[in-house]
T-cell receptor, first 110, second 116 residues
Framework: LAKTTQPISMDSYEGQEVNITCSHN???????ITWYQQFPSQGPRFIIQ???TKVTNEVASLFIPADRKSSTLSLPRVSLSDTAVYYC???????????FGTGTRLLVSP | GAVVSQHPSWVICKSGTSVKIECRSL??????MFWYRQFPKQSLMLMAT?????????EQGVEKDKFLINHASLTLSTLTVTSAHPEDSSFYIC????????????FGPGTRLTVT
């Protein structure tokens, strides 16, 4: 399973766009990139998954360059409720096994 | 959306006793369920993979005799912490993978275990 590296923490203000980058230099050909969000004392929640280029859903966008060695989760116009830990995971799309890295602790301030 | 529940949400037990945590997929069937452990300010650590009708697969370093996992049906998996000690105090989270697509892992709300 490919190892991921992400910033330990990030700070932002309400209404700003937040971009969290994840490095996964050893990503395999059949690996997908998945992001989860976790609030304190809760289980993680799926945000978005992608393989290449760009994926967008109602809450976020995921940008993946051609070499797929990194990815960027983009949260548009964050609010206080987006304060959470965001995990980048790399693995098969079938979610057979998830290995969580350190995650990025995002703090959104008023 | 798919819902996974855990019971209890929190439990306090005395050192040396055993405690059972239930994980249920409420509106879907799950061939595979996963158990994670999370210490404060740390990431989730996968403990074991539970397959319905077969023995669980434990991650390296996880004592299978201490953390007993049973996956007797397609909607229920249980984790029993035997002879609990204070160092077992943690946040235990389960997840379930549906038997049919989309194969996302849906996480439960977690169970806070405190061993006194």
């Amino acid at each position: 399973l490919a190892k991921t590296t992400q910033p330990i923490s990030m700070d932002s203000y309400e209404g700003q766009e937040v971009n969290i980058t994840c490095s996964h230099n050893n990503i395999a050909t059949n690996d997908y990139i998945t992001w989860y969000q976790q609030f304190p004392s809760q289980g993680p929640r799926f945000i978005i998954q992608g393989y290449k280029t760009k994926v967008t859903n109602e809450v976020a966008s995921l940008f993946i360059p051609a070499d797929r060695k990194s990815s960027t989760l983009s949260l548009p116009r964050v609010s206080l409720s987006d304060t959470a830990v965001y995990y980048c995971l790399v693995g098969d799309s079938g979610f057979q096994k998830l290995v969580f890295g350190t995650g990025t602790r995002l703090l959104v301030s008023p | 959306g798919a819902v996974v529940s855990q019971h209890p949400s929190w439990v306090i037990c005395k050192s040396g006793t055993s405690v059972k945590i239930e994980c249920r997929s409420l509106d879907f069937q799950a061939t595979t369920m996963f158990w994670y452990r999370q210490f404060p300010k740390q990431s989730l650590m996968l403990m074991a993979t539970s397959n319905e009708g077969s023995k669980a697969t434990y991650e390296q370093g996880v004592e299978k005799d201490k953390f007993l996992i049973n996956h007797a049906s397609l909607t229920l998996s249980t984790l029993t912490v035997t002879s609990a000690h204070p160092e077992d105090s943690s946040f235990y989270i389960c997840s379930a993978r549906p038997t049919s697509p989309p194969y996302e892992q849906y996480f439960g709300p977690g169970t806070r275990l405190t061993v006194t």
